[in-house]
């Protein structure tokens, strides 16, 4: 590692004693800016190690290979202010030692964070890293006003490929006519819709006569749309509050919603919530997302989660989706029966075979949820329950 960055006040005064040399004339068109943000990070050639062992003598040999990791592209989250590969890295690769390149915005300055206290070193494309646990990233804008934060995470696969599986556990004739739409939450009962009534926390509640549709919910709260078209949420099912958002509301979804969440591992008491579905103003479905603190007066709002011109992993504009947080990752089923998935938290979404339908998958509308003990279930309106899971 280079020598470390003792303390902010040098780096400040650094920066001011390089500003005080610049000319003033109008020839000088030098500017130091007050932007703060890693702007691209990309892995450099990696190791991996794997082992093999003799059918006949029993002994284990070790093959070391090399990865490429400038094929893993590091998502930035700069609303989460988290760093990490969507695509995981083969087993066996060696998060210990990475060289890594990261690009700031307007020349802002990268420092890492030590992994036993708070010191700081600069980042060089020639010294390796530790990634073998999250690390913090910092990032001081070029005039020394302030700096942002990242967590920067390498996923690793543990198995050479996801095995996951599907069984029927029944065909239950009172769940024949259910709709995606009907049964939107986990599989731990947050919400669920039977015909019209909700059971919220496995209670039946009161379904309130200025919620047109129920969307989905948390441990912690529910969500819904009202007669005038605002997202409203609610810890009862009695009163509902509007909720804020960052973005006009004539881009929220209209048609065919659906919710998850899952915690948000960067904070205690708070959860990661997702929302998609159609709007008549766009061709592709629309997301969006929040973060909700519970143990805060500070609720967050909704962010809306606009298309990239560059993004050819849009989830397309379906009848119906249904989601569900496993293994990792967003699943979205939807009225195509096509499982799609997205490892960026709803920026991109592909389509996957490991988490197809079963062969006997019946029905024409169907419900995807996960519970706490590795399951994904899935309700349709033949009547079918499913239990899928992943072997090792």
């Known amino acids: 590692m280079n020598k470390a960055f003792a303390t902010l006040s040098a780096f400040i005064c650094l920066v001011l004693s390089l500003s005080s040399c610049l000319k003033d004339d109008d020839e000088n068109d030098n500017t130091i800016y007050s932007d703060m943000a890693i702007t691209q990070m990309t892995l450099g050639t990696l190791n991996r190690y794997t082992h093999t062992t003799n059918s006949s003598s029993g002994n284990d040999t070790v093959i070391k290979t090399t ?112 709709t995606g739409r009907q049964l939107a939450a986990t599989a731990d009962s947050a919400l669920l819709m039977d015909g019209g009534t909700a059971y919220f926390k496995g209670e039946a509640i009161d379904v309130s006569q200025d919620i047109r549709t129920y969307i989905g919910a948390t441990e912690h709260e529910m969500f819904g749309m009202d007669d005038s078209n605002k997202l409203v949420t609610s810890s009862d099912g009695k009163s509902w509050s509007e909720e804020a958002l960052d973005d006009d509301a004539a881009l929220l979804p209209n048609a065919a919603m659906a919710m998850t969440s899952w915690p948000y591992k960067q904070a205690d008491f708070t959860d990661y919530i997702l929302l998609v579905g159609n709007n008549r103003q766009s061709e592709h479905a629309v997301v969006w997302r929040k973060i909700s603190f519970y143990n805060s007066s500070n609720q967050g709002q909704w962010v809306y989660m606009p298309f990239d011109d560059i993004n050819h992993y849009c989830l397309p504009a379906l009848d119906w989706y249904s989601m569900a947080y496993y293994n990792d990752a967003v699943l979205c089923l939807g009225s195509d029966k096509q499982m799609w998935r997205s490892r960026d938290q709803g920026i991109t979404w592909q389509t996957t075979s490991t988490y197809a339908l079963p062969s006997g998958f019946e029905g024409e509308e169907a419900a995807i949820a996960a519970d706490s003990n590795g399951h994904l279930w899935m309700v349709t309106n033949a009547g079918q329950v499913w239990c899928g899971s992943v072997s090792e």
Do not use: C
């Not at 990261?102 to 010191?119: C, E, M, P, R, W």
């Not at 646990?133 to 990032?139: E, Y």
């Not at 020394?144 to 990242?150: F, V």
């Not at 967590?151 to 556990?169: E, I």
């Open 67 to 178: 990865v490429t990791g400038s094929n893993y592209r590091m998502t930035i989250d700069h609303l989460g202010h988290l760093i990490y590969n969507q695509d995981y890295l083969p087993v066996g690769t060696d998060t210990k030692h990475v060289l890594v390149t990261v690009g700031t915005k307007n020349g802002g300055t990268a420092l890492i964070k030590s992994l036993a206290g708070d010191s700081l070193f600069y980042i060089s494309n020639t010294d390796s890293i530790d990634f073998s646990s999250p690390r913090t990233l910092r990032v001081y804008a070029a005039d020394g006003s302030g700096y942002r934060e990242y967590t920067v995470t390498l996923n690793v696969s543990t198995t050479n490929g996801v095995n996951f599986g599907w069984r029927l556990a029944g065909n239950y004739d009172h769940l024949k006519g259910w």
